[in-house]
């Protein structure tokens, strides 16, 4: 065997590694890109289910007012629940009405 065969069996040695690594690479990228997929139609899936399972405020509020109207509940508890749903104090509690503090001369 000389040299020219030497080189011709390592080139064709090296072509086949590329050729198995180029197979390798592109069946792992098609897998890749397939569970990247399935990942984002999971993620859209979910937000799409807490998004709809939620009311919105301006439906717990037309809830409630329904409610009040029926006379279910008190104007007192309206007004509470409606605070707790927009996140503000509630009318009545300590920290909707300030505590005056006597002036000291």
Known sequence: MNFWDVILSIFW?????????LLITIFADERT???????DQAL?????????????A???LAKLATLRDQGAISEHEF??????????PS???AAAAPNP?????
Do not use: C, N
């Open 79 to 88: 007004a509470h629940a409606e605070a707790k749903v927009l996140g503000t």
């Open 58 to 60: 301006a439906d717990e």
């Open 44 to 56: 859209r899936q979910y937000v799409q289910d807490a998004a709809v399972s939620q009311p919105s």
């Open 91 to 93: 009318p009545g509690s």
């Open 101 to 105: 503090q006597p002036s000291v001369h």
């Open 13 to 21: 040695f090296m072509l086949l590694f590329a050729w198995i690594w």
């Open 33 to 39: 890109l397939a569970q990247a997929q399935r990942q």
